[in-house]
Protein backbone atom coordinates (compact mmCIF):
# COMPACT_ATOMS: atom_id res chain seq x y z
CA UNK A 1 0.00 0.00 0.00
CA UNK A 2 1.31 3.54 -1.17
CA UNK A 3 2.25 5.49 1.81
CA UNK A 4 2.62 9.06 2.04
CA UNK A 5 3.25 11.20 5.35
CA UNK A 6 4.15 14.63 5.77
CA UNK A 7 6.03 16.48 8.45
CA UNK A 8 7.68 20.13 9.12
CA UNK A 9 5.16 22.24 8.73
CA UNK A 10 4.21 25.01 11.40
CA UNK A 11 4.30 28.58 12.15
CA UNK A 12 6.95 30.46 10.89
CA UNK A 13 7.89 34.64 10.66
CA UNK A 14 7.80 35.99 7.53
CA UNK A 15 11.21 35.88 6.20
CA UNK A 16 11.79 32.90 8.20
CA UNK A 17 12.57 29.10 6.82
CA UNK A 18 10.93 25.82 7.30
CA UNK A 19 12.16 22.24 5.76
CA UNK A 20 9.32 19.89 5.15
CA UNK A 21 9.80 16.14 4.54
CA UNK A 22 7.75 13.35 2.95
CA UNK A 23 8.43 10.23 3.96
CA UNK A 24 7.23 7.41 1.06
CA UNK A 25 5.97 3.65 1.34
CA UNK A 26 4.72 0.94 -0.36
CA UNK A 27 6.31 1.40 -3.74
CA UNK A 28 9.94 1.64 -5.63
CA UNK A 29 10.56 5.26 -4.55
CA UNK A 30 13.32 5.73 -7.02
CA UNK A 31 11.05 4.86 -9.86
CA UNK A 32 8.54 7.42 -9.69
CA UNK A 33 8.79 11.37 -9.64
CA UNK A 34 7.36 13.40 -6.39
CA UNK A 35 5.84 16.50 -6.16
CA UNK A 36 4.40 19.57 -3.94
CA UNK A 37 1.53 20.71 -4.31
CA UNK A 38 -0.27 23.61 -1.96
CA UNK A 39 -3.31 24.62 -1.16
CA UNK A 40 -4.33 28.29 0.76
CA UNK A 41 -7.06 28.05 3.25
CA UNK A 42 -10.34 27.62 1.52
CA UNK A 43 -8.78 27.88 -1.62
CA UNK A 44 -8.10 25.80 -4.71
CA UNK A 45 -4.89 23.49 -5.51
CA UNK A 46 -1.42 25.20 -6.95
CA UNK A 47 1.45 23.17 -8.11
CA UNK A 48 4.64 24.04 -6.24
CA UNK A 49 7.30 22.10 -7.77
CA UNK A 50 8.35 18.22 -9.41
CA UNK A 51 11.33 16.45 -9.19
CA UNK A 52 11.95 13.32 -11.58
CA UNK A 53 12.67 9.69 -10.44
CA UNK A 54 15.42 9.23 -12.77
CA UNK A 55 17.76 12.58 -13.01
CA UNK A 56 16.95 14.58 -10.12
CA UNK A 57 15.87 17.15 -12.36
CA UNK A 58 13.46 19.98 -11.21
CA UNK A 59 10.58 22.40 -12.00
CA UNK A 60 9.47 24.93 -9.56
CA UNK A 61 6.29 27.33 -9.70
CA UNK A 62 7.28 31.08 -10.20
CA UNK A 63 5.47 31.87 -6.63
CA UNK A 64 8.26 29.72 -5.16
CA UNK A 65 11.16 29.77 -7.78
CA UNK A 66 14.73 30.98 -5.78
CA UNK A 67 12.69 30.39 -2.38
CA UNK A 68 11.91 27.05 -2.76
CA UNK A 69 14.17 23.86 -3.36
CA UNK A 70 13.14 20.27 -3.56
CA UNK A 71 15.09 17.16 -3.32
CA UNK A 72 14.61 14.23 -2.79
CA UNK A 73 17.32 10.92 -0.84
CA UNK A 74 15.98 7.33 -2.30
CA UNK A 75 18.38 5.40 -0.15
CA UNK A 76 15.83 6.70 2.70
CA UNK A 77 12.71 6.98 0.57
CA UNK A 78 12.09 10.74 1.46
CA UNK A 79 11.05 13.84 -0.59
CA UNK A 80 12.17 17.48 1.01
CA UNK A 81 10.88 20.68 0.37
CA UNK A 82 13.21 23.23 1.74
CA UNK A 83 11.30 26.92 2.08
CA UNK A 84 13.19 29.65 2.75
CA UNK A 85 11.62 33.72 2.65
CA UNK A 86 8.46 32.79 3.40
CA UNK A 87 5.47 35.03 3.20
CA UNK A 88 2.08 34.89 4.26
CA UNK A 89 0.87 34.28 0.79
CA UNK A 90 2.74 31.01 1.63
CA UNK A 91 0.12 29.89 4.32
CA UNK A 92 -1.43 26.53 2.75
CA UNK A 93 -1.56 22.96 3.44
CA UNK A 94 1.51 21.77 1.52
CA UNK A 95 0.75 18.06 -0.02
CA UNK A 96 2.92 15.57 -0.73
CA UNK A 97 2.43 14.03 -4.11
CA UNK A 98 3.47 10.76 -6.12
CA UNK A 99 3.47 11.20 -9.87
CA UNK A 100 2.37 8.28 -11.74
CA UNK A 101 5.72 7.81 -13.62
CA UNK A 102 9.59 8.81 -13.73
CA UNK A 103 9.14 11.89 -15.49
CA UNK A 104 7.05 14.74 -13.96
CA UNK A 105 4.88 15.12 -16.92
CA UNK A 106 2.17 12.69 -15.42
CA UNK A 107 -0.93 12.69 -12.87
CA UNK A 108 -0.41 12.58 -9.03
CA UNK A 109 -1.64 9.31 -8.25
CA UNK A 110 -1.00 9.52 -4.57
CA UNK A 111 -1.38 11.93 -1.74
CA UNK A 112 -0.34 12.89 1.63
CA UNK A 113 -2.53 13.80 4.50
CA UNK A 114 -0.41 17.75 3.84
CA UNK A 115 1.21 19.69 6.52
CA UNK A 116 0.27 22.90 7.26
CA UNK A 117 2.87 25.93 7.18
CA UNK A 118 1.39 28.87 8.48
CA UNK A 119 3.37 32.42 8.35
CA UNK A 120 2.34 35.20 10.46
CA UNK A 121 4.69 37.40 12.88
CA UNK B 1 1.03 29.00 -18.45
CA UNK B 2 -2.22 26.94 -19.59
CA UNK B 3 -5.16 28.48 -17.45
CA UNK B 4 -8.08 25.72 -16.69
CA UNK B 5 -11.67 27.04 -16.24
CA UNK B 6 -14.42 25.12 -14.87
CA UNK B 7 -17.86 25.23 -15.07
CA UNK B 8 -20.14 25.71 -12.79
CA UNK B 9 -18.89 26.39 -9.87
CA UNK B 10 -20.96 24.51 -8.01
CA UNK B 11 -24.41 22.71 -8.59
CA UNK B 12 -26.78 20.83 -6.16
CA UNK B 13 -27.97 17.36 -7.66
CA UNK B 14 -30.23 14.89 -6.33
CA UNK B 15 -29.12 11.47 -5.40
CA UNK B 16 -28.97 9.13 -8.27
CA UNK B 17 -29.41 11.91 -10.37
CA UNK B 18 -26.26 12.93 -12.97
CA UNK B 19 -23.95 15.31 -12.20
CA UNK B 20 -21.67 16.64 -14.70
CA UNK B 21 -18.35 19.16 -15.03
CA UNK B 22 -16.80 21.20 -18.11
CA UNK B 23 -13.31 21.73 -17.61
CA UNK B 24 -11.82 24.04 -20.83
CA UNK B 25 -7.96 24.55 -21.25
CA UNK B 26 -6.37 27.65 -22.66
CA UNK B 27 -4.49 25.25 -25.41
CA UNK B 28 -4.27 22.08 -26.44
CA UNK B 29 -3.55 19.03 -23.70
CA UNK B 30 -3.26 16.59 -26.64
CA UNK B 31 0.40 15.56 -27.20
CA UNK B 32 -0.10 14.31 -31.05
CA UNK B 33 3.16 12.02 -30.47
CA UNK B 34 1.21 9.41 -28.42
CA UNK B 35 -2.67 10.84 -28.96
CA UNK B 36 -3.03 11.41 -25.49
CA UNK B 37 -4.58 14.31 -23.70
CA UNK B 38 -2.42 15.11 -20.45
CA UNK B 39 -5.89 15.95 -18.34
CA UNK B 40 -6.84 14.49 -14.70
CA UNK B 41 -9.95 14.92 -12.29
CA UNK B 42 -9.83 14.78 -8.65
CA UNK B 43 -12.20 14.57 -6.26
CA UNK B 44 -11.38 16.54 -2.19
CA UNK B 45 -13.88 15.53 0.06
CA UNK B 46 -14.34 18.04 3.18
CA UNK B 47 -10.68 17.81 5.10
CA UNK B 48 -9.54 15.28 3.28
CA UNK B 49 -6.41 15.46 0.09
CA UNK B 50 -7.26 15.14 -3.12
CA UNK B 51 -8.15 11.96 -5.03
CA UNK B 52 -6.89 11.04 -8.25
CA UNK B 53 -10.35 9.49 -9.99
CA UNK B 54 -9.40 10.16 -13.96
CA UNK B 55 -6.24 10.23 -15.42
CA UNK B 56 -5.33 10.53 -19.63
CA UNK B 57 -8.60 12.54 -19.68
CA UNK B 58 -10.83 9.20 -19.75
CA UNK B 59 -9.26 6.42 -17.86
CA UNK B 60 -10.46 5.52 -15.18
CA UNK B 61 -8.11 5.09 -11.63
CA UNK B 62 -7.83 1.50 -10.30
CA UNK B 63 -10.64 1.17 -7.95
CA UNK B 64 -12.45 4.18 -8.81
CA UNK B 65 -16.25 3.45 -9.39
CA UNK B 66 -17.70 2.99 -12.63
CA UNK B 67 -20.38 5.86 -12.19
CA UNK B 68 -17.56 8.32 -12.58
CA UNK B 69 -16.31 8.98 -16.08
CA UNK B 70 -14.85 11.27 -18.45
CA UNK B 71 -14.58 12.36 -21.71
CA UNK B 72 -13.09 15.31 -24.01
CA UNK B 73 -9.63 16.09 -26.42
CA UNK B 74 -7.81 19.12 -26.90
CA UNK B 75 -9.42 21.75 -25.05
CA UNK B 76 -12.88 20.28 -23.57
CA UNK B 77 -13.40 17.64 -21.31
CA UNK B 78 -16.39 16.77 -18.88
CA UNK B 79 -16.13 14.63 -15.99
CA UNK B 80 -19.67 12.48 -15.25
CA UNK B 81 -21.04 10.92 -12.35
CA UNK B 82 -23.86 9.30 -13.37
CA UNK B 83 -25.94 8.83 -10.07
CA UNK B 84 -25.26 10.60 -7.28
CA UNK B 85 -24.18 8.83 -3.81
CA UNK B 86 -23.74 11.07 -0.74
CA UNK B 87 -19.77 10.34 -0.53
CA UNK B 88 -19.73 12.16 -3.86
CA UNK B 89 -20.32 15.71 -2.11
CA UNK B 90 -16.53 16.85 -2.62
CA UNK B 91 -15.37 19.72 -4.66
CA UNK B 92 -13.73 18.49 -8.15
CA UNK B 93 -10.81 20.01 -9.61
CA UNK B 94 -9.27 19.21 -13.26
CA UNK B 95 -5.72 19.77 -13.91
CA UNK B 96 -3.13 19.29 -16.96
CA UNK B 97 -0.24 18.05 -17.09
CA UNK B 98 1.36 18.75 -20.46
CA UNK B 99 2.89 21.60 -19.41
CA UNK B 100 5.21 23.53 -17.09
CA UNK B 101 3.66 24.83 -14.70
CA UNK B 102 1.56 22.32 -13.66
CA UNK B 103 -1.90 23.89 -13.32
CA UNK B 104 -5.47 22.67 -11.94
CA UNK B 105 -9.16 24.56 -12.84
CA UNK B 106 -10.72 26.14 -9.97
CA UNK B 107 -12.82 23.43 -8.52
CA UNK B 108 -16.25 22.52 -8.44
CA UNK B 109 -18.58 21.78 -5.72
CA UNK B 110 -20.69 19.80 -5.72
CA UNK B 111 -23.75 19.29 -3.51
CA UNK B 112 -27.09 17.11 -2.78
CA UNK B 113 -30.01 18.82 -3.75
Known amino acids: EVQLLESGGGLVQPGGSLRLSCAAS????????MSWVRQAPGKGLEWVSS????????YYAESVKGRFTISRDNSKNTLFGQMHGLRAEDTAIYYC??????????????WGPGTLVTVSS | DIVMTQSPDSLAVSLGERATINCKSS????????????LAWYRQKPGQPPKLLIY???TRESGVPDRFSASGSGTDFTLTISSLQAEDVAVYYC?????????FGPGTKVDIK
Open chain 1, 26 to 33: GFTFSNYA
Open chain 2, 27 to 38: QSVLYSPNNKNY
Open chain 2, 56 to 58: WAS
Open chain 1, 97 to 110: AKCSGANYYSNFDY
Open chain 1, 51 to 58: ISGSDGST
Open chain 2, 95 to 103: QQYYGVPFT
